[in-house]
């Protein structure tokens, strides 16, 4: 069983930055794609960011130049660095990974809360 753990989130004030963390835990030996996802109070879930495993990215357009996704892939931890964080960030951010082990599967953690305060 594969587990996604997810730490960093916090409290921050606009203009600020956070970093998030991500580990994958179990019997992993590849993971094709993680990403990061976010769901605002009352709003559907979004993608924030994805990275495959040979290092490819994509971005939401509402990020793009402000967060910076990147993994470890001997340590199955994907991070994002945000910065010049809005009131418009403050959501739960979720962790996947996609594509464990070649396998057709999907993985998410629990969640971790950024709250930016204007």
């Known amino acids: 069983q594969v587990q996604l753990v997810e730490s960093g989130g916090g409290l921050v004030q606009a203009g600020g930055s956070l970093r998030l963390s991500c580990a994958a835990s179990g019997s992993i030996f590849r993971i094709n794609v993680m990403g990061w996802y976010r769901q605002a109070p009352g709003k559907q879930r979004e993608l924030v960011a994805t990275?495959?495993?040979?290092?490819?990215?994509n971005y939401a357009d509402s990020v793009k130049g402000r967060f910076t996704i990147s993994r470890d892939n001997a340590k199955n931890t994907v991070y994002l660095q945000m910065a010049r964080l809005t009131v418009e960030d403050t959501a739960l951010y979720y962790c996947?990974?996609?594509?464990?082990?070649?396998?057709?599967?999907?993985?998410w953690g629990q969640g971790t809360q950024v709250t930016v305060s204007s």
């Open positions: 996947n990974a996609d594509g464990v082990n070649f396998g057709i599967n999907n993985y």
């Open positions: 990275i495959t495993s040979g290092g490819s990215t």
